[in-house]
């Protein structure tokens, strides 16, 4: 069984795009994550929700919008792709210490 | 949340220990020490975490120093299997803060276990 799954593991698409990355945990963790990957392999922490409130948001574009419907569930919503928005995306949950991580979301902007 | 340095990379036999420092000199009182992994397109992987006393699960030992300023993770018997990049993470886990759960992954060790 998928612990934490993401969906498209693969994503190409236009500059200028909305486009949408979908996360789920079947863990019932309360609080769960988004990180992007970039190029250099630079791991960087992009939102965090505790019981589908934010409660970490790292200086990100507001290009980006999570959205959490429910405790299992942080979509990530990109408006206006730019190139640099390629990189590969992990979603992540946790319950109190451990984190434990997607397979990823390869997005690539041509 | 405190910075770590640890070395870019390292190597090890199959079959032996593979013993990874990490040092975190500026690490406060509430925060823990973590280690993850992250094999080649893979999303990281918790190995372990631990505030002051030594650890062990089923993946690795943690030793943390005793005034805390540095750790090293063992992993007692590495295979090929255990290649990745190594983080060492200092985090704050309190519930309800603005940082809770925030993990901030530096460059990481690259494990290369040869035959």
């Known amino acids: 069984d998928t612990a934490v799954s993401q969906t498209p593991k693969y994503l190409v698409t236009q500059m200028g795009n909305d486009k949408s990355i979908k996360c789920e945990q079947n863990?019932?963790?309360?609080?769960m994550y988004w990180y992007k990957q970039d190029s250099k392999k630079f791991l960087k922490i992009m939102f965090s929700y505790n019981n589908k409130e934010l409660i970490i948001n790292e200086t990100v574009p507001n290009r980006f919008s999570p959205k959490s419907p429910d405790k299992a569930h942080l979509n990530l919503h990109i408006n206006s792709l730019e190139l640099g928005d390629s990189a590969v995306y992990f979603c992540?949950?946790?319950?109190?210490?451990?984190?434990?991580f997607g397979p990823g979301t390869r997005l690539t902007v041509t | 949340d405190a910075k770590t340095t640890q070395p870019t990379s390292m190597d090890c036999a199959e079959g032996r220990a593979a013993n990874l420092p990490c040092n975190h000199s500026t690490i406060s009182g509430n925060e823990y020490v973590y280690w993850y992994r992250q094999i080649h397109s893979q999303g990281p992987q918790y190995i372990i975490h631990?505030?002051?006393n030594n650890e062990t699960n089923e993946m690795a030992s943690l030793i943390i120093t005793e005034d805390r300023k540095s750790s090293t993770l063992i992993l007692p018997h590495a295979t090929l299997r255990d290649t990745a990049v190594y983080y060492c993470i200092v985090s704050s886990s309190n519930a309800g803060g603005t940082s809770y759960g925030k993990l901030t992954f530096g460059q990481g060790t690259i494990l290369t276990v040869h035959p």
């Open positions: 631990g505030l002051k």
């Open positions: 992540a949950s946790s319950l109190q210490y451990e984190q434990y």
């Open positions: 863990l019932g963790h309360d609080t």
